[in-house]
């Protein structure tokens, strides 16, 4: 079993940034992949992006050059630094963490991007 728990979500202005983080534990030395996922209102869950154990990266192309996934493996924690916010990105924000072909998610934490 892996938990999740995300923090760093909040208000901001458009132009803004904010950087979430997710700190794991439980069964973490099995935790391959990590990310962040999204939803907006009416809308369904979408990948942010993806980084591999060893630091590999993968991102939603509406997110490209203005957010950035990072992991520190030591402290079991992934972060996304979001700079440039639009009031799209608004959603809530949720880590996810695959273990043995599992999937884990955080309970989400809110981000509103205001004009």
């Known amino acids: 079993q892996v938990q999740l728990v995300e923090s760093g979500g909040g208000l901001v202005q458009v132009g803004g940034s904010l950087r979430l983080s997710c700190a794991a534990s439980?069964?973490?030395?099995?935790?391959?992949?990590m990310g962040w996922y999204r939803q907006a209102p009416g809308k369904p869950r979408e990948l942010v992006a993806v980084v591999s154990r060893g630091g590999s990266t993968n991102y939603a192309d509406s997110v490209k050059g203005r957010f950035t996934i990072s992991r520190d493996n030591a402290m079991n924690t992934v972060y996304l630094q979001m700079n440039s916010l639009k009031p799209e990105d608004t959603a809530v924000y949720y880590c996810?963490?695959?273990?043995?072909?599992?999937?884990?998610w955080g309970r989400g934490t809110q981000v509103t991007v205001s004009v």
């Open positions: 439980g069964s973490i030395f099995s935790i391959n992949a």
């Open positions: 996810n963490a695959m273990s043995r072909a599992m999937g884990y």
